[in-house]
């Protein structure tokens, strides 16, 4: 049975996953983009108190496609977005806001692996454009914040159950699957340019 | 007679249908690859690409969040009289609503979204005068992931062959885990730096099992896709055999002293879809018929 990781997240659970393990989520879960990374160091930096507590939280890159009956959202599709548009902020973010970990697509660069490893958080990957699956993990949407930033852009608030496959793609150890496959692909890039004449 | 309602009633369904459902190449191709993969970890990737194309359908929902900026082609009866580009317009702007879609169109400076993916050029329509009696209208859904990830370069004549594959092997290289492969590739050869733009684009509506009638292109398809499937980036660039789920090229001359070659990066959320409206209002949805 793959692990259930509860939010808000220790240290010690976070610490404790490994690299390439599946998990699944359950409890609230931020959504936060481009916009979300500097508006939130923009309030911190004007001592400005932030809607929403992220130590400990589960940070989700996504931007959704949401939708209003009454006045109750609902999730339609929510896969996540290109985290490595967020890699120069997100090791001052980890610093500064304490996530327990990043949901995102791609993975991250070094100085985020490091950050990671600092302050113990883990990023998980979840498979890009699978909205629909990643939709049904999410139970409901208690809020919205910054909805003034757009709808893709904006603080969701979602409440998670069964959330996943999520695989453990940086841990807290300063580990990352993505350096490893990098590693891999340098060599077979040998091999590929053999094969179309390069060598 | 068309009218213009019958256009934007056309439109909205063929979004719905495109951003729902992918075309069959796509989806077989989808299905052998999650096949294939025996690791832990990539055969999780596809199985959820599987399962939630799967699910997609089952609840009439987009497959993916990004349901893109709409690229439209129009292939017009000489004699159109209906004023198609109001229908297709008025088409997005519904089905932005209805379907929904997400409201990705922003102007590119102030950032300024109106929320119906609708503004200056936007969708923006290729034009096309076909000697049939109907109108067919394709679009493609494209997500910034893997557009992001496009490129054009303009190589020297002496560069050739050669430089052709440094350009696409170093760009799939340098696009990695982003553009959320398993890919398709769409390459333009030849024409000028916008016409080997727009044929890389154009290289993406050709089903991916259709190889290219010139013997010698359809070689250099088969050939990269290869050489890029052995790199070993995988699903979602978590590692694994799949890289790449097909290769399209599509050229034209160029000038002796050229060889722009353009690279449109597609995901593994190939959308693409056809509608033909016919003189007495009938619709066909050729990419969308099983
Ligand atoms: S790259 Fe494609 S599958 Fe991935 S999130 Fe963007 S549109 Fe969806």
Redesign the pocket.
């Known amino acids: 049975m793959p692990k259930v990781l509860k939010t808000p997240l220790s240290e010690e659970v976070v610490r404790g996953l490994k690299l390439g393990e599946t998990v699944y989520m359950e409890g609230v879960v931020y959504t936060g983009r481009d916009e979300v990374h500097l508006h939130a160091l923009e309030y911190l930096e004007k001592g400005k108190k932030l809607p929403v507590e992220f130590k400990g939280c589960a940070l989700f890159h996504c931007g959704p496609i949401m939708r209003k009956t009454g006045d109750k959202w609902q999730a339609v599709a929510a896969?996540?977005?290109t985290s490595s548009r967020m890699n120069s902020l997100e090791p001052l973010f980890i610093e500064k806001f304490r996530p327990g970990a990043i949901i995102g697509?791609g993975g991250m660069s070094q100085p985020t692996v490091d950050a990671m490893k600092t302050y113990g958080c883990v990023y998980l990957a979840i498979t890009?454009?699978a909205?629909v699956l990643a939709a049904q993990g999410i139970k409901s949407v208690s809020g919205v914040e910054w909805f003034e930033l757009g709808m893709p852009e904006a603080i969701w608030i979602l409440n998670t159950g069964n959330f996943g496959p999520l695989t453990v793609a940086m841990d807290a150890h300063g580990n990352s699957l993505y350096a490893e496959v990098n590693a891999k692909v340098k060599e077979n890039e040998k091999k590929a340019r053999q094969r179309l004449g390069l060598a | 007679m068309v009218t213009e309602e019958d256009i934007q009633n056309a439109t909205v369904e063929l979004l719905r249908k495109t951003v729902v459902k992918l075309p069959a190449d796509v989806e077989e191709a989808l299905r052998k690859a999650y096949a294939s993969e025996t690791d832990e970890v990539p055969r999780m990737q596809m199985k959820t690409i599987v399962d939630n194309i799967d699910m997609a359908l089952k609840g009439n929902t987009p497959m993916?969040?990004?349901t893109?900026v709409t690229i439209f082609y129009a292939a017009l009866p000489k004699d159109c009289k209906v004023d198609v580009e109001k229908g297709i317009v008025e088409g997005v702007r519904k089905a932005t609503k209805e379907v929904p879609l997400r409201p990705n169109a922003v102007h590119p400076l102030t950032r300024k979204n109106p929320g119906d993916n609708v503004g200056e050029r936007m969708p923006f329509i290729n034009w096309k005068v076909h000697g049939k009696d109907y109108i067919e209208i394709t679009v493609m859904t494209k997500?910034?992931?893997?557009e992001n990830m496009s490129q054009l370069a303009m190589l020297t004549p002496t560069q050739g062959l050669k430089g052709i594959k440094e350009f696409i092997l170093g760009a799939v290289l340098k696009a990695g885990s982003n553009?959320?492969p398993p890919t398709i590739l769409g390459i333009g050869l030849g024409g000028s730096s916008d016409i080997a733009m727009k044929l890389a684009k154009e290289a993406l509506l050709r089903p991916i099992n259709q190889r290219h009638k010139d013997p010698e292109i359809a070689k250099l398809e088969t050939d990269l896709l290869e050489a890029i499937n052995m790199l070993g980036i995988g699903p979602m660039g978590l590692g694994g055999k799949t890289t790449c789920l097909g290769l399209n090229i599509e050229y034209a001359y160029c000038h002796t002293a050229s060889l722009p070659v353009g690279l449109n990066v597609q995901?593994?959320?190939g959308r693409r879809g056809t509608v033909r409206i016919y003189p007495d209002g009938r619709t066909a949805y050729p990419t969308h018929e099983r």
């Open positions: 896969g996540p977005t697509k890009g454009g909205a | 993916c969040q990004d893109g997500g910034a992931g893997s553009p959320c995901c593994w959320a």
